[in-house]
């Protein structure tokens, strides 16, 4: 009993893979299991397949960086947007130095998340059901964004339950419902009221586990093939970012722009763009 102890502690300070095979074989003690755990089998594409998005990546991210030197003040992030895409996609771009990965159905990611290794810098951009908030919360250790909350309450939800986890913060974004479609979520653009307190509540000692980064829109399709003018919805949404950071004194990040219009977002001071279908092609349909 107390030799056994004394291995498992043993074990837990010297997580090192190499040393634990040694230990086992002069122990006799089977040491599969610890292995799997450390140095597990992602899974992997296929060779062509890994090139292919490793090319389109590529394409995109340097058409990023261009348009980024040309019209943006600060760095702009590119966010690979893997909804319904399996995660051997994933690991082709992760084993090519890609961290920020976009997904869209809580289920999915937490599921992607369990699986793929805890350095990707997940972003739920999905719209955010009352109901979810929780598995958001708590199931993913390493969920860098939140992009979608459109209300106090949601936002004060997975404040609470993020807190008892002693996970790190989760980065805010607050999607603005700049086209004022119905069938988009969002804040109003127009009145601001609930913005405002989200964004009150986000500064304040009472939030404790979320961390405000920025506003996000998704734009109406109509605006987004408007193709070399200016983005009404875009627009809408910098202006908003303009009143908060003169009321609250931030210096809030864009999140917009997506596969059909990222260059035109970029040019209009985007930081944050959300590409899919231009990296992993086109998705299936989601049932
Ligand atoms: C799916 C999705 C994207 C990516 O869209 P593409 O047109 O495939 O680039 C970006 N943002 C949000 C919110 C999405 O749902």
Redo the contacts with the bound molecule.
């Keep these: 009993m107390v030799a056994q102890s004394g291995f498992f502690n043993f074990g837990r300070v010297y997580s090192n893979h190499s040393y634990m095979i040694r230990l086992g074989r002069y122990t006799g003690i089977r040491t599969t299991t610890r292995l799997r755990m450390s140095t597990s089998t992602y899974p992997q594409a296929s060779a062509e397949r890994a090139q292919e998005l490793v090319a389109n990546y590529t394409k995109i991210n340097n058409s990023v960086q261009e348009f980024a030197k040309l019209h943006s003040a600060k760095p702009v992030r590119l966010i690979a947007?893997s909804?319904l895409k399996p995660s051997s996609d994933i690991m082709a771009l992760y084993n090519h130095g890609v961290r920020h990965f976009?997904e869209?159905y809580v289920q999915e990611l937490v599921g992607k998340a369990e699986e793929l290794p805890k350095d990707i810098c997940w972003h739920f951009?999905?719209s955010l059901q009352s109901g979810k908030v929780k598995d958001l919360g708590k199931g993913i250790e390493n969920l860098w964004a939140v992009?979608?909350i459109d209300s106090l309450k949601k936002c004060k939800k997975l404040d609470t339950l993020r807190k008892d986890t002693g996970y790190e913060k989760i980065n805010i974004y607050l999607q603005v419902n700049t086209s004022n479609e119905d069938q988009k979520s969002g804040y109003s653009s127009q009145d601001l009221a609930e913005i405002f307190e989200t964004v009150e509540f986000l500064k304040s000692s009472d939030c404790k586990s979320l961390e405000l980064k920025g506003l996000m829109t998704?734009g109406s399709f109509a605006e987004s093939t408007t193709k070399d003018e200016i983005n009404e919805d875009f627009d809408v949404l910098v202006k908003v970012k303009k009143i908060i950071d003169e009321k609250y004194s931030t210096s809030l990040e864009l999140s917009m722009g997506?596969?059909?219009d990222y260059q035109q977002a970029i040019k209009q001071g985007s930081t944050n763009v959300?590409?899919?279908?231009?990296i992993f092609g086109a998705?299936p349909p989601k049932n």
């Design positions: 947007v909804k976009g869209n951009i999905g992009e979608t998704i997506m596969s059909n959300r590409v899919g279908s231009n998705r």
